[in-house]
């Protein structure tokens, strides 16, 4: 009864529970559009030089492009969807750099190169 009134009125009538509903799906609906957007939108880009940047001083026995090899297969292992530590651990049996090296590896290739 007060609804109609309101109506009759032009007063508000966003208390209705048609009108809430409605509101409720267009906002979701709006809020789900967005997620999709997040989704598809390009992932960070790779920062070569900030993954490079102090690797290179101190482990001078790996060139620049065995250390990125090294980052990328980080990478790779990570987005299989295993742990840091697994993934420092396949570094040094595959590439033999050590244990302390392939942590700082991973660690880097997590940080700059968007793994």
């Known amino acids: 009864m007060f609804d109609r009134q309101r109506q009759r009125r032009g007063g ?3 208390s209705h529970p048609s009108v809430v509903a409605g509101t409720a799906c ?3 609906a709006f809020a789900a559009g967005q997620i999709g957007l997040f989704a598809l939108a390009a992932p960070a880009s790779a ?3 900030a993954f490079l940047h102090g690797l290179e001083e101190r482990y001078s026995f790996m ?3 065995e250390l990125l090899a090294a980052g990328h297969r980080a990478c790779a292992i990570i987005d ?3 742990p840091a530590a697994t993934a420092s651990g ?3 049996r595959e590439f033999g750099i ?3 090296v392939a942590i700082e590896i991973v660690s880097n290739a997590t940080k700059y190169l968007g793994c």
């Open 80 to 82: 299989a969807g295993n």
């Open 47 to 49: 920062d070569t030089q």
């Open 12 to 14: 508000a009538v966003a």
């Open 90 to 92: 396949m570094l040094d």
């Open 98 to 100: 050590g244990e302390t």
């Open 63 to 65: 060139t620049a492009d």
């Open 26 to 28: 267009v906002v979701g």
